[in-house]
C-alpha cells in the first residue's frame, strides 16, 4: 500500500526518553500501568516520532505459553493505537474527548527473531503519519495513519489503520443511528456479557494461555472443516476492558481471533500470531452474543493466514485475517 510522507523538518529530532510515561488520558486509558508511550515529538506537519517501553511482565501480553517468548503482537498493536492517539492530541490538534473509530487496519511484523524478549525492557520507536485534510473548519474527520516501527534500531514491522475522528456526541448518535436504542454498558452487566458460561469457557491450554482470565472464547466446537466459538470476554479483564464501554473493543475481536486461530492449527505450544489486517463494519454490540468461524487448518510449519468472521445475529460485523507463524522460524 503506497502511502503519502509528509516532508522532514530540517533539525534533527531530540533523544526520545523512556524514563515515564505520558499522561493517561493523551492515550485515553484509566489505568497508568497500561500506559506504554513515554515520549512524542514533532518530526514534520503531520509526523511524530514516539518512545515505547515494552514491558517484560505484564498479566495479559506476557500470559503465552509458547516459548521462547516473544513480545506479543497485540503489545505491538496497542503501543501503535496508543502513538497515534497521542500524537494526535499532542501534535496533531485533536481536541481532548475525540474518539478515534478504526475501520480497518493492518499489522504485519517481520519476523519472530526481532521480536525476542531480552533482560531489560524494549524500547520500541513508532515513525507515524498522519494522512488526511482537515475541513474548512480545520477539523479532522477521518483520515490514515501509517506507522513503522522499530526495537532499537531494527525495523520490525508496519501499521495502518483507516480511522474516524468522533466527538461524543457524533458517536452518541451513530451508536444510537446503528441500534436504534440506547447501547448498554460494561457496567451494566456482571463479570462476563450474554451466553457466557464458566463450564463452557475454552482451557486455556489451547488458546495459548496460562490464566483463564484471558481467554475470550466458549462454547467451541469444530467440523471437519470449520472451527466456531462465541466471543464471551471477562469484563474485569483490565487489559481488555481498561474502562466501560458500550461495546467489545477491536482489541477483544483481535485477541478471540488470535485464539480461534490456535484453535484452528491445533498446535498452541509452537504457533504464534505475527500480523493481523481487519476489517469492521459495526459495533461489537455487548446484549447479543457475538460468534466466530474460521477454516479448520491442518498443521504443517511455516507460515499461514487464517481468516476470521464474526457474527451477531445474522449479520457479519467484522473480519479479522490472522498470520501465523511456526516456532521453528526461532
Not at 55 to 62: A, D, N, V
Not at 134 to 156: L, M, N, S, W
Request: hydrophobic residues 40%; without cysteine; proline residues 6%.
Amino acid at each position: 500500500m503506497t502511502t503519502q510522507v509528509a516532508p522532514e523538518i530540517p533539525s534533527a529530532p531530540a533523544e526520545l526518553k523512556f524514563g515515564r510515561t505520558v499522561d493517561r488520558s493523551l492515550v485515553h486509558r484509566a489505568a497508568v500501568s497500561e500506559v506504554f508511550v513515554t515520549d512524542i515529538q514533532p518530526l514534520a506537519a503531520k509526523k511524530v516520532r514516539t518512545a515505547v517501553q515494552l514491558p517484560l511482565t505484564h498479566g495479559y501480553y506476557s500470559d503465552h505459553v509458547q516459548r521462547p517468548a516473544v513480545y506479543d503482537a497485540l503489545l505491538l498493536l496497542e503501543s501503535g493505537r496508543q502513538a497515534a492517539i497521542a500524537g494526535s492530541h499532542a501534535h496533531i490538534g485533536l481536541s481532548q474527548g475525540t474518539t478515534m473509530i478504526v475501520d480497518t487496519f493492518r499489522l504485519d511484523l517481520h519476523g519472530l527473531k526481532e521480536l525476542m524478549i531480552g533482560p531489560e525492557p524494549g524500547r520500541l520507536r513508532i515513525d507515524t503519519d498522519y494522512i488526511g485534510n482537515p475541513t474548512r473548519r480545520g477539523r479532522y474527520r477521518k483520515g490514515k495513519v501509517a506507522q513503522r516501527y522499530f526495537i532499537e534500531d531494527t525495523h520490525v514491522g508496519e501499521h495502518e489503520m483507516d480511522v474516524l475522528f468522533l466527538n461524543e456526541h457524533e458517536n452518541d448518535v451513530l451508536r444510537h443511528a446503528q441500534r436504534g436504542t440506547p447501547a448498554p454498558l460494561t457496567s451494566d452487566f456482571s463479570d462476563h456479557g450474554p451466553g457466557a458460561d464458566a463450564g463452557r469457557q475454552v482451557a486455556p491450554e489451547l488458546v495459548g494461555r496460562g490464566n483463564p482470565l484471558n481467554v475470550v472464547l466458549s462454547r467451541a466446537g469444530t467440523t471437519d472443516r470449520s472451527v466456531t466459538a462465541d466471543v464471551t470476554p471477562r469484563f474485569d479483564n483490565r487489559a481488555l476492558f481498561d474502562h466501560v464501554y458500550d461495546h467489545l473493543p477491536a482489541m477483544t475481536l483481535v485477541e478471540a481471533a488470535r485464539q480461534l486461530s490456535l484453535l484452528a492449527v491445533g498446535e498452541p505450544g509452537t504457533t504464534y500470531a505475527l500480523g493481523f489486517e481487519a476489517r469492521f463494519s459495526r459495533f461489537a454490540e455487548l446484549d447479543e452474543v457475538v460468534r466466530a468461524e474460521a477454516p479448520l487448518v491442518r498443521p504443517g510449519g511455516g507460515r499461514g493466514e487464517i481468516p476470521v468472521r464474526f457474527l451477531q445475529g445474522d449479520a457479519e460485523i467484522a473480519q479479522v485475517t490472522v498470520t501465523v507463524v511456526s516456532g521453528s522460524e526461532l
